[in-house]
């Protein structure tokens, strides 16, 4: 069901007051006229706390700061008058005692006349003395096909030519992007090249990267690392290829549900990070990077709005890989609380949609413990499978030291003993190989030569691997993931 056959549902169900969320308020409001076309007429009555009732008949502008007064224009209709009344952003003065005792109020009035209250607000900020009269309801960002009719009406006012195959691919490069936005990426581009060309993609996706940057919740990554250039995680890439093609048409045909995503978790430096964007490079899907801790705001009810939009970007981006990167940091047992509750409800809510979701997001995320994560976020149904990543073992690290050499000298790989290399290196980590190399670079940079494996051995017994600095806390992890509740990656 679309917005506005909901909307429309809705209002001839007679529900006297809705709180709709959107960052799109002026769509918002052309939808909300446009579904009204196909119901009897009603007069539309719209406020906001500067200007006031932008339309009232009587009196331009009344009720302008002040709330209490936009509420009193709603009894003054006559009863029998056919109603609209859209608040902006009434959300703000929900929370002031006489706001919310007038709208109880209005209540028994709405139930009995044809006049219906919509709030409009960007988050969900709803008192709990309120929550049994007021009815949520989400406008989500444009769909593929709201898109393509967008653009198309952008060609035919240009005189462009309707090219079908390439509104199609520019309609898949605009999702995620509010109409509004889409409308100034594309203005940027007939400003440059005085139409809307194949040079229009490039442009959508810097400008995509810069909003989605902007939300300060989720951010673009790229790199051009791939599967075959990590070594190790046999077992993690058998399963990973078996789903390569599993968000394609074909798979939808064939009757495959899409993954719902993968927990990776284990040491420090083992390459889980660096795995999430082979995963985004090999199945040739955008990668989202989501710090939970952005998740957190310090205004009450902003955190909640914030895992909200955080969803509806992914889905709008759908298909793609969504990175939620050090999840046991804010979701972690042994955090204490202090937050009146907010961190479980970001839970609640995050993984309720985790086990919900129909829509092609694949879900990474990665932790350092699992040991601190909550039983909820562990069990079946949140993600398809759950990997540990340990320590490499002795043929791993071989693997790590030819994928790493031949990255820096390709041309002279078989000069390295990558066997000897690996025994020197037991108990350490990719990211700590990685930097013994680095450092055996140094070394033979400042005496004006190239590297060997010696200077390598150098670089290595230079580093404290973690293996070595809390023992304690790996073993328990090794042995806890050895127990077989989760799936070892190698």
């Keep these: 069901m679309n917005f506005s056959e909901e909307f429309i549902l809705l209002l001839n169900a007679r529900y006297p007051i809705l709180y709709i969320y959107s960052f799109e308020e002026d769509r918002l409001e ?22 006031g009732y932008t339309n009232n008949p009587n009196i331009k502008g009344f009720a302008s700061k002040n709330p209490l007064q ?69 406008f989500k960002l444009p769909t593929l096909t709201e898109i393509k009719s967008e653009l198309k009406r952008l060609f035919t006012s240009l005189d462009q030519t309707l090219d079908l195959e390439f509104i199609e691919v520019l309609a898949l490069s605009c999702q995620g992007l509010s109409i509004e936005r889409i409308r100034r990426a594309l203005s940027k581009s007939i400003a440059k090249y005085s139409k809307i060309n194949k040079e229009t993609i490039n442009l959508i996706l810097t400008e995509k990267r810069q909003i989605i940057s902007q939300t300060e919740i989720l951010e673009f990554e790229s790199s051009q690392i791939y599967l075959n250039d990590i070594g190790g995680l046999k077992n993690l890439k058998e399963w990973l290829l078996r789903r390569k093609g599993a968000f394609s048409e074909k798979a939808e045909n064939y009757g495959l549900p899409s993954p719902k995503g993968l927990l990776l978790g284990g040491i420090q430096g083992t390459g889980k990070s660096i795995t999430v964007k082979a995963i985004a490079n090999d199945w040739k899907l955008p990668l989202l990077r989501l710090d939970v801790g952005r998740l957190f705001a310090g205004i009450v009810g902003e955190s909640e709005s914030r895992v909200r939009q955080m969803i509806d970007i992914a889905e709008a981006l759908a298909p793609c890989i969504l990175w939620i990167d050090e999840i046991d940091k804010a979701f972690s047992t ?48 949140r993600f398809d499978e759950i ?16 994928v790493l050499l031949k ?47 010696e200077d390598i051995i150098i670089g290595l017994k230079q580093i404290i691997p973690i293996s070595q600095v809390d023992i304690k806390q790996i073993q328990e992890l090794q042995e806890w993931a050895l127990s077989g509740k989760v799936r070892l990656a190698s």
Excluded at 39 to 46: G, K, N, Q, S, V
Excluded at 337 to 342: A, I, K, Q, W
Excluded at 422 to 450: H, V, Y
């Design 334 to 381: 042994q955090n204490t609380s202090n937050d009146s509750g907010t961190t479980s409800r970001v839970f609640g809510t995050f993984i309720t949609w985790l086990s919900e979701k129909t829509s092609p997001v694949f879900v990474v995320a990665t932790a350092n413990n699992f040991k601190t994560l909550p039983l909820e976020i562990i069990r079946k149904g």
């Design 30 to 51: 052309y939808s909300i006229r446009s579904s009204l076309h196909k119901l009897p007429e009603r007069a539309i009555y719209t406020w906001d706390f500067v200007e």
């Design 407 to 453: 990255r820096i000298r390709p041309e002279k790989l078989g000069d390295f003993n990558t066997i000897l290399l690996s025994q020197k290196s037991e108990g350490f980590s990719g990211a700590e190989i990685e930097q013994g190399i680095i450092e055996g670079m140094f070394i033979a940079f400042n005496e004006r030569r190239d590297f060997i494996d």
């Design 387 to 402: 990997f540990f990543v340990n320590l490499p073992d002795s043929d791993e690290r071989q693997q790590i030291f030819e």
């Design 70 to 138: 936009a509420l009193d224009l709603i009894e003054k209709v006559t009863a029998e008058t056919a109603a609209i009344f859209i608040l902006k952003d009434f959300n703000k003065f929900l929370s002031d005692i006489s706001v919310a005792r007038k709208i109880k109020n209005l209540g028994r009035i709405l139930k009995t006349q044809p006049k219906t209250l919509i709030i409009t607000a960007t988050e969900v900020n709803v008192p709990s003395e309120l929550r049994d009269l007021i009815t949520i309801t989400e």
